[in-house]
């Protein structure tokens, strides 16, 4: 007879089920419904680092939105360690911590240890036991010098740490981090990121539901990734089994100068699949196909006449180009809402 | 120890009122423009008066309010209506400052009901409010004559307290309705503007016999023929007891209709998918 620890654990810590949600927008007769979440399903056990990757506007921030009890979905079923969250969200809510992109979430006029301790009152957190764990967090994320000064004199990423240390404040057993490097420079979230995996996820075995659109940041971190796109989860697999949907695939990637028409290129002998990035002037063409140096010559005959060639490189298949393999859509682009009249 | 749920929200009432002042705190100006405020307001009033009658006092208002004290009357309504104009832009405005400064979805996601931290935001406004309009009755008690004895205190007092049950009951409906329409200012302009025409904040509605019917619906308008009553005139108890009983019906009324009119309205903004939009 299995024991009732066991099949605490048993239990996923987080269990989304045919999740929908419209959104009405605009109106009178040019009223629309947009479909955001169109039956997203996904479980996350116990302990994991789960990605959620997707478009602008695929649904990622929906969905973390619908389990954090912010709305409530049209359709379907969330439940917290098997807890409904709208049923029972005094339990759900007390279990999870959330944390969205941007800066302009906390009370800049309040220092970051004000702050954190109006959020540990909401959470029940008082006294000597509250104090103790906002030094701690301050601490843990080298807040301790600043601590007493008002927020408004932080940096980007500072703000970013104190809304990291509030997510975490009535240690929760679910984070959920909807996009937490966005907007940041690079040396603060290098520190995000090994933050919320070495720290929180390895050392703490926190359940962490991460959104982003960061390729790398996904496959540095996650141990799972769902694709979301268009409100639907389109796949679930670790980061190594992605890669190998498209086997034996090469990606030839080429820096130009100018924007080239690539559509042509499509018509290429070995070609599956092409996607360009126009970004200050420079375009990177990204091909997939079986052997790079078959086609090489013909690619760069086809874009020298429109183009200046920057440099020419062969890669491996990154998640990006296993998300457009998959999708047809780049997580660079904006995802165009599924509407209904 | 595990907290109970009631420890949890008292603890929490706590913390949003010592943040909403902390705020406050780091905006001094504001503080000393409120302050002077409600003064600077009622002195054209107060001049305007003196210009029409050639004095303090007119014979013509005593016939309609009972006190020819002219002056006296529209100060106490400066006083009064600074409890009630607080309580629409503080606790009306509140949810919207939240929402504002990207905090509303973090309330909102805690086991903390928002209508825990509007009550937190209520006795602040209430205990400025108050520290504002003790402020306001020691200047026109030095320079305007009236005389506040304690006999006249503690019954003014307990209709304040009543008057202002039932307003922060219409203020936590308020702070619903702005988290659906995401607009503030031009609905407590117009609210300000009703109230002025609708009740003896500035002139005596029986003037009129639309607004004087009209004001019977307004819990402040109770109040300040009361406490002018109180003060000006040493009404007995008798009428007291009548206004109390008409106030505490309405706080009834306010306070329940502005408990599930918040609930269905911030339901509905998560619903719709609002709750954190400007």
Same mark, same amino acid.
């Given at each position: ?341 | ?34 302050? %002077?405020?409600? /003064?600077?307001?009622? *002195?054209?009033?107060? !001049?305007? +008066?003196? $210009? ?103 019954? %003014?007092?307990? /209709?304040?307290?009543? *008057?202002?049950?039932? !307003?922060? +009951?219409? $203020? ?107």
């Amino acid at each position: 007879m299995k024991d009732k620890q066991s099949d605490r654990l048993n239990i996923p810590a987080l269990d989304c089920q045919k999740v929908v949600k419209q959104f009405r927008r605009g109106r009178g007769f040019k009223k629309k419904v947009i479909r955001a979440l169109d039956g997203a399903t996904l479980t996350v056990p116990q302990g994991e680092l789960f990605g959620l990757l997707g478009p602008n506007g695929a649904g990622k921030t929906t969905l973390v939105r619908c389990i954090a009890t912010l709305l409530i979905p049209d359709q379907g079923t969330i439940r917290i360690f098997g807890n409904d969250v709208f049923q029972d969200s005094l339990f759900c809510r007390q279990r999870i911590g959330l944390l969205t992109s941007g800066e302009r979430t906390l009370y800049w006029k309040l220092s970051a240890r004000d702050n954190l301790k109006f959020f540990a009152a909401l959470y029940g957190l008082t006294g000597k036991q509250r104090d103790r764990r906002i030094d701690y967090l301050l601490d843990l994320l080298g807040l301790r010098e600043v601590a007493n000064e008002r927020l408004e004199r932080y940096s980007s990423g500072m703000k970013q740490k104190v809304s990291l240390a509030r997510a975490i404040l009535h240690d929760p057993d679910i984070l959920l981090l909807d996009e937490p490097t966005l907007g940041l420079d690079p040396q603060f979230g290098r520190f995000i990121r090994q933050f919320i995996k070495e720290e929180l996820n390895q050392k703490q075995g926190k359940t962490i539901l991460l959104t982003t659109h960061y390729m790398d940041e996904a496959d540095e971190l996650c141990a799972r990734i769902a694709f979301i796109n268009r409100g639907r989860i389109v796949d679930i697999k670790t980061p190594a089994e992605y890669k190998r949907e498209i086997p034996h695939k090469e990606v030839l990637e080429i820096r130009c100068l100018g924007q080239p028409d690539v559509n042509g290129l499509k018509n290429l002998n070995g070609i599956e699949q092409v996607q360009a990035n126009f970004n200050d002037g420079i375009t990177t063409v990204r091909i997939v196909l079986p052997r790079a140096e078959k086609v090489l010559s013909e690619v760069i005959e086809f874009l020298r006449p429109q183009a200046r060639l920057l440099g020419v490189d062969v890669k491996e298949p990154t998640l990006e180009d296993v998300f457009i393999y998959m999708t047809g859509t780049s997580l660079g682009a904006d995802t165009q809402e599924q509407t209904e009249d | 120890m595990a907290h109970r749920r009631w420890q949890i929200e008292l603890g929490a009432i706590a913390a949003e009122f010592v943040k909403t002042m902390r705020i406050w705190f780091s905006y001094p100006i504001i503080m000393v423009y409120w302050a %002077v405020f409600p /003064l600077l307001w009622v *002195l054209p009033y107060v !001049f305007q +008066g003196r $210009a029409l009658v050639g004095s303090a006092s007119s014979e013509a208002f005593r016939q309609l309010t009972g006190s020819g004290n002219y002056l006296a009357f529209v100060l106490i309504g400066a006083m009064i209506s600074t409890f009630v104009f607080s309580a629409l832009w503080g606790v009306g405005n509140s949810l919207r400052e939240e929402t504002y400064w990207g905090t509303m979805e973090y309330i909102i996601a805690s086991p903390t009901h928002p209508l825990v931290i509007l009550i937190g935001k209520t006795l602040a406004e209430w205990a400025w409010s108050t520290v504002m309009v003790i402020f306001q009755a020691a200047i026109i008690a030095l320079f305007f004559g009236v005389q506040f004895t304690l006999a006249k205190i503690l019954p %003014v007092l307990l /209709l304040v307290v009543l *008057l202002m049950i039932g !307003f922060y +009951g219409f $203020a936590i409906a308020f702070a619903g309705f702005t988290l659906l329409i995401k607009e503030v200012h031009g609905w407590v302009h117009t609210l300000e503007w009703v109230f002025f025409l609708f009740s003896p904040i500035r002139y005596p509605v029986q003037v009129n016999p639309i607004t004087a019917a009209l004001s019977t619906l307004i819990p402040l308008t109770w109040a300040l023929v009361a406490i002018r009553g109180i003060i000006l005139l040493n009404k007995t108890e008798i009428n007291l007891f009548q206004t109390v009983l008409v106030l505490a019906l309405m706080d009834i009324v306010l306070l329940t209709a502005g408990y599930f009119l918040f609930i269905y309205l911030e339901r509905k903004t998560r619903r719709d998918g609002t709750i954190g939009m400007h």
